[in-house]
């Protein structure tokens, strides 16, 4: 992949990115088609497909994540996706060799032939990550930021697409890519959601008929904030006291965190008014669904 990208670049042409975990749906396809938008006809268009190890914790849904390649491939070929990308576990992650002392692993590096000694560098974004989603999975955001910056590397990107479903992920992204310096423009693009309103994603697919049924609660909820917040300005305490409330609608569904937040901080703010972002995370069954917008 990276050869290929060095000769993209080489040659003068553009290279955007979609890192998705695959199971594709209509939202991936719609970041494809902003990549496109941004690289032009004469650009290269490259979705990753890897569902990531590092940033699922060992109670989360890494094997039972849903899979299906031959559906991406053509998904993707129908929509014009230049280039799809599906590394192994072995080649993101190789496995540390057992035998492998530390002098050895320093001689081999002066060497320069530290090749498949495995892998132990991870990247760190300190302070985003910290509340929401990274308050609620601790080492999500590590996993995302060190897989990232491994695609970055490896696909070279000139611009590189993200939903705005995972907002956090996104801002913490783009705090990544200026802290160290990729060269690579990141695109947030709008949420892709179903006729009822629930943001499309992979893990939909989770939810049998009742809980789809019911899912559309967060959509539901943040419609009502921004009903309550369109007027006059609302105390954060009382509009969580009242979301849950509101939330009762759906028996089904158990609210893991409401938030408001500062778009450009991630730090919750007390007095909401219309502009405010907020984000949400709902569990049905074992299934977990987050959904944000800006009131
Ligand atoms: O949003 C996702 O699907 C993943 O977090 C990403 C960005 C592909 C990294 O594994």
Redesign the pocket.
Known sequence: MQRLAQKLRRAGTRIGLV???GYLHAGHLSLAREARRRVGKSGVVVV?I?V?PT?FAPTEDLDKYPRDLQRDLRMCRAEGVDVVFTPSDAEMYPARAKTQGQRGLAARAASGHLRSTGFSTYVVEENLGRVMEGAARPAHFR??TT??AKLFNLVLPDVSV??QK?FQ?AAIIQRMALDLNFPVHIIVAPTHREKDGLAMSSRNKYLDAEQRAQAVILFHALRAAQAAVAKKPVPAARLKKDLKEFMTAAPLARLDYVEFFDPATLQPISMVTRGTNMALAVFLGKTRLIDNVRL
């Open positions: 890192p998705t975990m990753s890897y990531n940033q996993g995302v897989v990232v993200f939903g995972d992920q």
